[in-house]
């Protein structure tokens, strides 16, 4: 079954291609940071234990840490951890919220339905899996029945995230759903409001759009998702001064 059939299936129509139209979007905003954003007052702080496991670690020895995890109760039903896949020294990082049932089995971020759509995103934008490119999530354990990971469970786990971060230096960071991107900047996101602009991760840029899984169940916000795909595609143009 082809690429096309495969989105026609699930509803999405053929795969996106930049078009003209793209030009209609807004220029990107300069790089100088948001504005901070109000801090999420449910957000724990990392519990000692994790903090001191992430620090200084080599990708290996992450790796070892997060098959190795019992912080949070995540552990007890998962088949494995997913710590994340891709190219180590990519340009682009994006952050899912946590692993499904299908990532769960095979041990690799975005495997399902939404993986499909996300490497379809990405190839909008002339990008692919693995090149320049970097997929993680916020949790690396499955939540039980996919439910959305508590802010205590992102607490625990977004040590390992922040390592993961350390160790590729990305260009430019895409936080895919509200999970992701409360993780990462650590204050209240409300997709709505905060895609279409330029947020700040310790000096690093950081666009939140939707995750694919929501976009597989509200077609109607693709338009929007297309927005923020050509608004990352000008910004890291601007990021390597072409």
Request: some cysteine.
């Amino acid at each position: 079954m082809t690429q096309d059939e495969i989105l026609r299936e699930m509803g999405l129509g053929p795969v996106w291609k930049l078009r003209a139209t793209a030009a209609a979007v807004p220029a990107a905003e300069p790089l100088a940071p948001a504005a901070p954003e109000p801090q999420l007052e449910s957000q724990l702080e990392p519990t000692p234990a994790v903090a001191a496991a992430q620090a200084g670690l080599s990708w290996e020895e992450l790796a070892a840490a997060v098959v190795a995890c019992r912080a949070c109760r995540l552990c007890e039903a998962r088949k494995q951890a997913v710590l994340g896949v891709g190219d180590r020294h990519a340009d682009w990082l994006f952050v899912g919220e946590g692993p499904g049932a299908e990532e769960d089995q095979r041990g690799e971020p975005f495997v399902g339905q939404a993986g499909k759509l996300l490497d379809n995103m990405l190839a909008a934008i002339g990008l692919k899996r693995g090149e320049d490119v970097y997929i993680a999530n916020a949790v690396k354990c499955r939540p039980p029945e996919n439910r959305t990971p508590t802010s205590e469970e992102t607490a625990t786990c977004r040590p390992y995230l922040e390592r993961q971060i350390e160790l590729i230096q990305p260009k430019l960071i895409v936080a895919l759903g509200r999970p992701a991107a409360q993780t990462l900047l650590q204050s209240e996101v409300k997709i709505g409001a905060a895609r279409g602009r330029l947020h700040d991760y310790r000096g690093i840029p950081l666009i939140v759009t939707y995750h694919p899984a929501y976009l597989l169940r509200t077609l109607q916000d693709k338009a929007k998702a297309w927005e923020d795909l050509c608004f990352m595609r000008r910004t890291m143009k601007t990021l390597k001064g072409n």
